[in-house]
């Protein structure tokens, strides 16, 4: 029975739906994002004459796209809103936050412990993930090159939709079977959402295509989704409820923020004594924060020392006991 994992680190509380030590999905927190299920008061700041949609302002600044506006409503009025889909950054611009009016209490977003119950599976809190899945998952997300026997997928994030493109040797058909179990364990482990586009092979044979729907639909039968079916050029589309970023959106959007979190990981799990030597590039070193610095000294109780190179990749940095 598959089982939720929850590590609480610093700077993010990271989760991973395991099964027989296969990682099914992956979840990544930041801490003090409004998430959806939080209820804020807010105040509409405009909207078109007869439209139910308009845009509100929250207490922090922020701006929101709402929907659902009741006829009544006028520009200035004050509003309970729920939030239904969390800002979402993509390289230079922002998705704006999706909320819509709600007569419920203000409350703030369900915890990580919460929102990852509402799937019904069991949950458990451990210091370290076991077999640690964890810096593949961050690698691939920060590379977005996935390989698969016979070829390799390449996933992207882009303001429209997040991208999967299928390179390989193989016969189009083969290679086009072959990408799909790959295909189906990389949605749950990036947590992708929203719009997905996978672009196959193109297939002229529409038995072929069909055979290729057919398997993607039963590696995805368990992920509640829509798919159109694959069209003459290879293309498909996937579209599934999305709530926020996933954590390919996470990583991408924040690769030296990725990248101090997992140094910070990796220190964590020095257990040999001694001061504790950090090493990362210029880049990811500006990444961390004082607090998480400070976080650090505290759970391992050491002092921290800095090795600066550049010549490191993002995911690369280092950590390991030093004598004083």
């Not at 598959?2 to 296969?22: H, K, M, N």
């Not at 909207?47 to 709402?66: D, M, N």
């Amino acid at each position: 029975m598959p089982r939720w994992l929850i590590e609480d680190g610093i700077g993010e509380t990271r989760a991973v739906l395991v099964e027989d030590g296969e990682v099914l999905a992956a979840r990544l927190f930041l801490p003090g994002e409004t998430r959806a299920g939080a209820i804020l008061e807010a105040r509409l700041v405009a909207r078109q004459s007869g439209s139910r949609r308009g845009t509100v302002r929250l207490p922090s600044g922020e701006e929101a796209l709402i929907d659902g506006l009741e006829k009544s409503a006028s520009e200035g009025a004050p509003l309970r809103v729920v939030v239904t889909r969390s800002a979402i950054r993509e390289g230079s611009r922002v998705k704006r936050m999706q909320v819509r009016p709600t007569d419920k209490a203000p409350c703030p977003p369900p915890t990580p412990r919460e929102e990852l119950e509402r799937d019904g599976f069991a949950l458990e809190q451990v210091r370290r993930f076991p077999d640690d899945p964890w810096p593949e998952l961050v690698l691939q997300a920060l590379d977005g090159q996935i390989p698969f026997p016979g070829g390799m997928l390449l996933v992207s994030p882009t303001p429209a939709m997040t991208l999967i493109d299928i390179d390989g040797a193989l016969p189009p058909a083969t290679l086009a079977m072959a990408a799909v179990p790959t295909i189906a364990a990389c949605i749950g482990q990036l947590d992708l959402n929203g719009a997905i586009g996978i672009d196959f092979p193109s297939l002229e044979r529409k038995d072929e295509r069909r055979a290729v729907d057919t398997a993607l639909a039963e590696a995805l039968d368990h992920w509640p989704h829509q798919s159109t079916a694959m069209n003459g050029f290879g293309f498909v589309q996937l579209v599934a409820r999305c709530e926020g970023p996933s954590l390919l959106h996470r990583v991408h959007n924040d690769p030296a923020g990725a990248g101090a979190r997992l140094l910070l990981r990796r220190a964590e799990a020095v257990s040999e004594p001694g001061i504790l030597l950090l090493g990362a590039s210029r880049t990811v070193r500006a990444a961390i924060r004082p607090e998480w610095e400070e976080e650090l000294a505290r759970r391992t109780g050491r002092t921290l020392r800095w090795s600066v190179d550049d010549g490191l990749a993002l995911g690369g940095g280092f950590a390991q006991a030093v004598a004083s």
